[in-house]
């Protein structure tokens, strides 16, 4: 596993409380004290609290930070920008020139973060915006278990982060009270029946604020009440998923999405690029199709759209 010089030092330094020695450390590292130095100096300018002593280094306080390498077990995977018009486009470029599975492009903010149905999605600071390059080995047909599972872990994971009661709106958005405080867009593109990928984009109100601009929408900090750490939040979320990934089971994923789910039994308004439909949403089916009962007795399917809840 590649760990980079900067990865190896914080682990070195998170592990030993007291002060530690550029000799030391130049040794553990295989480095020379000169270039300990120069990455203790590059931490510290990149916001770690580090004590610089006559005798040592001491590791005092790290900033919530979301650098490859506070990622040590996928670091090199790990694609981080300061600023992006949209991960998406990063990763499809990636995706395209073949790069390893679960390869993550990461921003701390999007100049034009998308949506579904080609809405802007606000990606100030604070918030979490990656997409994730995935290249499952699963019929065509499936392929959109992978975004309900996405949904499903990380509704999961907030649940028991933060003791808070998340739910899914169909397709993928996360709620809290009723507010909008997750999205996710996914994009595949494929060669004959086969996948050849599925880059999925997740957009988390972290410590940001979207209210201004989204009434509708809330953050976790809002929420909680405090600053939520969006290392450790983006951490447990990465490693469950992935895990899930290889080890889930695809037929129960849409039932046990809907065990959390807000949409059903519930008049909707679905609108979709070519129009809309309304009715009462009575099921999901098996691949994530929303079924909607009409006014007039009849039921449709609806594979995409956006979905409103009307009461
Ligand atoms: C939605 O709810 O409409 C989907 C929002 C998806 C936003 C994420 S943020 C990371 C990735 N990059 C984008 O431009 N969009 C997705």
Known sequence: MFMSVKSRILQELRSHSAVLSGEQLSAMLGVSRVSVWKHIHKLKALGYEIRIFANGY?????????????????????????????????????????????????????????????????????????TMVLRPQIPLLFS?????????????????????????????????????????????????????????GIGINVNNDPTRAEPTASSLKLIAG???????????????????????????????????????NRHVRIVTNTGESQGIAVDVDENGALVLKLRDGSYKKVVYGDCFHQG
């Not at 949209?86 to 020139?97: G, Y």
Request: proline share 4%; hydrophobic share 40%.
């Open 144 to 200: 959109s278990r992978i975004n309900f599972l996405a949904s499903l872990t990380l509704t999961h994971i907030l649940r028991e982060m933060l003791q808070i009661e998340a739910m899914v709106k169909w397709p993928n958005d996360i709620l809290v009270n009723g507010r909008k405080i997750s999205g996710m867009l996914s994009e595949l593109e494929t060669e004959a029946d086969r996948i050849l990928f599925i880059n999925i």
């Open 58 to 130: 001491q590791l005092i306080n790290s900033p919530d930070v979301i650098y490859p390498w506070e990622f040590p077990n996928r670091e090199s995977n790990f694609i981080y920008h300061p600023e992006v018009p949209s991960t998406m486009d990063i990763a499809k470029q990636l995706a395209r020139k073949q790069c390893p599975e679960f390869t993550v492009v990461i921003a701390e903010r999007q100049t034009r973060g998308r949506g579904r149905l080609n809405r802007e999605w606000l990606s100030d600071a604070g918030g979490l915006y990656f």
């Open 226 to 264: 405090k600053e939520i750490s969006r290392k450790e939040l983006l951490s447990r979320f990465l490693d469950k998923f992935e895990y899930q990934m290889k080890h889930a089971d695809f037929d129960a994923i849409i039932s046990e999405w809907k065990n959390v789910a807000v949409t059903l």
